[in-house]
């Protein structure tokens, strides 16, 4: 009983075996075949990429001819800042939740679970 079921388990791992390397030989085969439509399509991608790049390049350039910074006036004497004093808010104790927090908060569950 035991060796019958080492021959089957024998048996089994040669076909899965001989299966993957029929497998194998087939993608090989295939890739030979197609090897020079491969190279034709790969050219086709390198060539659209370099267009690509030189099409962003000029539309930079354009660009930053655009945005050229246009020639800029004689300076205007700014006055001296005056200072005004800035109210500080008072600051809210971390465990206090303001109520129109809470309550959106809340409203907002609700939503989600209808």
């Known amino acids: ?9 024998i048996m089994g791992m040669a076909t ?7 497998m194998m030989f ?9 090897k020079e ?3 034709a399509e790969l050219k086709k991608l390198e060539a659209e990429k370099a267009r690509a790049r ?6 930079r350039k354009a660009a930053a001819a655009k ?4 020639p800029t006036p004689a ?19 971390e465990s206090e939740v303001p109520i129109a927090v809470f309550c959106a908060a809340i409203a907002a569950f609700e939503a989600d679970r209808a």
């Open 26 to 34: 087939c993608i090989q085969g295939v890739a030979q075949a197609t």
């Open 54 to 59: 030189q099409q962003e390049a000029q539309r």
């Open 75 to 93: 300076p205007v004497p700014t006055p001296a800042p005056v200072s005004i004093p800035v109210p500080v808010p008072t600051p809210v104790p």
């Open 37 to 39: 439509h491969t190279e």
């Open 67 to 70: 945005l050229a910074p246009a």
């Open 1 to 9: 009983m035991v060796i019958e079921g080492i021959k089957l388990m």
């Open 16 to 22: 899965v075996m001989i299966f993957l390397s029929v």
